[in-house]
């Protein structure tokens, strides 16, 4: 059912995302040097490493590590990329992921392959037999703010109440936060 679902949403949103894509690829190459795609390593369900494209909102000499990690983030953040990020403009791309079976429209969002802490807690929970989410729990409840335990506990939450109602109001909750954006740090 969850996949059926998934399926519809892919088919209403393509055609407002296709030609939102071409304007955003389009702002991305022309603002910065490199591919308009940023295919970033993904630790996906039951720890498969899969690859998972994004509009590149970093300028491509950045080192491979999760932005928080990162000394003076915005330093490396293309002009657009703020943006991008702050309208998540710049997540259009996983939908493809959503057509492989790779990522679900709702569930915890991907780990970098080498967030070790994170992956580790979500295997200790049980959390990783999940397939990862464009949006999720923990994404409308702190986004980039929330400390990598809380952000588990919210995943962990999500899973023990999994439904297509809650999967329903994360939706709706997510198109809120993509409106009146809130809890992005970088």
Known sequence: MKRLIDMLLLAAALPFVLPLSVVVAFA????????????????????????????RTMRIDTPT???????????????????????????????????????????????LFNQDDLISLRRERGINV?????????????????????????????????SPWLDLKIIILTFWKVVRPSNVSH
Not at 28 to 49: E, F
Not at 132 to 160: C, H
Request: aromatic content about 10%; overall charge positive; charged content about 25%.
């Open 28 to 55: 991305v190459k022309l603002t910065s040097k490199g591919p308009a795609l940023y295919w970033s390593k993904r630790s996906g369900k039951n720890d498969i490493i899969f690859l998972m494209p994004k509009f």
């Open 130 to 162: 999940l397939t990862p989410g464009i949006t999720g729990w923990a994404q409308i409840n702190g986004r980039d703010d929330l400390p990598i335990p809380t952000k588990v506990e919210f995943e962990s939450e999500y899973m023990n109440r999994r």
């Open 65 to 111: 590590v999760a932005t928080h990690l990162l000394d003076e983030p915005g330093r490396w953040l293309t002009s657009v990329g703020p943006f991008l990020r702050r309208t998540s403009l710049d997540e259009i791309p996983q939908l493809f992921c959503l057509l492989t079976g790779e990522m679900t429209m709702v569930g915890p969002r991907p780990a």
